[in-house]
């Protein structure tokens, strides 16, 4: 049986408390034994003397785009720019074309994963069917066939009695609802955050209630039904408040921020930049701020990237014209190192902690995210010291559009073990 053994790295692990220089011994795809003696004559060793040793990163928000857009994003590239990223398990939001709100459409995202994919697969399905909005899926059934979760992602649950039966049905089966806040009405064709920035340059505003008036509605309608509600990619100051108090009540209510709404502001639009438009869009600096606090007191379960590839063709558009989003798995890590670790904003341990035990709280795939004896071999390996231009190497997904390109970031990922395979080592794929 080869193994693998990952020796006198920094080892992190923050759900079992673990943060010294040891030794990983791996065998079968899981973790054997830390900080053990040599076992196995035909093991594979990586010299992690200087490096971190973390977790693979878990992030509940990728979209991969296949079915139906691969000349954004497949799930060969997708999967390819998670490992990049530090990224072992990735969940695959379901607003693709077709929508993925059937078994057979489950048994797509599975078999596909199974031979293109370099990264777990974590399957989702939509709350309702072709996302439409109005006639919930088969829950059970889709439980089933393997979805770890449900979301209308890319739009709202806009109907309030849907998403009262959706949490219902979803207490039923245990697994969540993601949410992603948008009121319609109150968005209606906005492009960036309503404000001074917005009138500065005359783009049409989303005020910040266009997300924080569904939070409540989803909290209380979390209250009411017991049902599970994670509000995806939180933007705005008050939907933080609306969400610290829920859980205050004992109110089952998680949430995610991305990387990008965790360090940059409207004020990145200011030259137009198609890249920096994203829904919800980048808020205030006191929305910023607010979400970092959240970050560092646990309000904040998780950060996800809300990875959106986008081709170059529709990005140069217009900025009226241009789709929402923005790449993020290759930059999640070093981007957030940066800007909040390295300023001292939050902890190294609580970066890490919200990238791998965080998320696989919300969606129950303990025991990954961990570094226990027993755990999946799911493995990041990050040279910290490391400074890289982003853009400077191409990316490893098929899209481009980050606004990050140019910007100079600490921490690169240097390699990325799946089940015990390695993947990715000194940046170059097996
Ligand atoms: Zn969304």
């Not at 005359?202 to 994670?230: C, F, N, W």
């Not at 902890?347 to 995210?369: C, F, M, N, W």
């Not at 910007?407 to 390699?415: D, F, M, N, P, W």
Request: net charge negative; aromatic share 4%.
């Amino acid at each position: 049986m080869t193994s693998l053994i990952v020796k006198n790295g920094r080892v992190l692990d923050p759900a079992s408390g673990l943060d010294e220089v040891a030794t990983i011994l791996i065998g079968d795809g899981v973790i054997k034994r830390i900080s053990g003696s040599r076992e196995s004559l035909r093991e594979q060793i990586i010299d992690a003397t200087g490096l971190l040793v973390c977790p693979g990163f878990i992030d509940l928000h990728t979209h991969l785009r296949e079915p139906g857009r691969e000349d954004k994003e497949t799930i060969a590239t997708g999967t390819r720019a998670a490992a990049a990223g530090g990224f072992t398990s990735v969940c695959a939001i379901p607003n693709t074309n077709p929508v993925i709100d059937s078994q057979t459409g489950l048994r797509f995202i599975i078999s596909r994963a199974e031979t293109d994919a370099c990264v777990n697969v974590v399957p989702l399905a939509s709350v309702t069917r072709g996302q439409c909005g109005e006639e919930i899926v088969e829950f059970g059934d889709l439980v089933y066939y393997g979805a770890k979760g449900f979301t209308d992602d890319g739009h709202p649950v806009m109907n309030t009695e849907i998403m009262r039966r959706a949490l219902e049905y979803s207490a039923m089966f245990d697994v969540p609802i993601l949410d992603h806040c948008e009121d319609l009405l109150l968005s209606d064709g906005g492009i960036m955050r309503e404000g001074f920035v917005s009138t500065k340059l005359g783009l049409k505003g989303i005020p910040p209630l266009a997300e924080s008036m569904q939070v409540a509605r989803d909290a209380d309608l979390a209250e009411y039904t017991g049902g599970h509600v994670h509000i995806m990619h939180i933007s705005t100051a008050q939907s933080i408040e609306h969400i610290r108090r829920a859980k205050a009540r004992g109110v089952r209510i998680t949430c995610e921020a991305t990387p990008h709404h965790l360090t940059l502001t409207d004020e990145a639009l200011y030259n137009f930049s198609t890249a920096a438009k994203v829904n919800p869009p980048l808020g205030t600096a006191n929305d910023r701020d607010a979400l970092v606090s959240a970050l560092a007191d646990g309000t904040i379960n998780c950060i996800a990237t809300d990875h959106a590839p986008h081709t170059d063709i529709e990005k140069d558009q217009p900025i009226c014209d241009a789709p929402f989003g923005m790449i993020g798995l290759e930059t999640a890590f070093p981007l957030l190192y940066t800007r909040l670790v390295l300023t001292g904003h939050i902890s190294l341990q609580s970066l890490v902690d919200k990238l791998t035990r965080g998320p696989a709280g919300v969606i129950h795939l303990e025991p990954r995210g961990t570094l226990t004896e027993g755990a999946p071999a799911d493995i990041v390996l990050i040279n910290l010291d490391k400074e890289f231009t982003v853009g400077a190497e191409p990316f490893f997904s098929k899209s481009a559009n980050s606004p990050l390109i140019g910007e100079k970031l600490c921490g690169r990922i240097e390699t990325t073990i799946v089940g015990g395979k390695v993947v990715m080592h000194n940046r170059v794929f097996a």
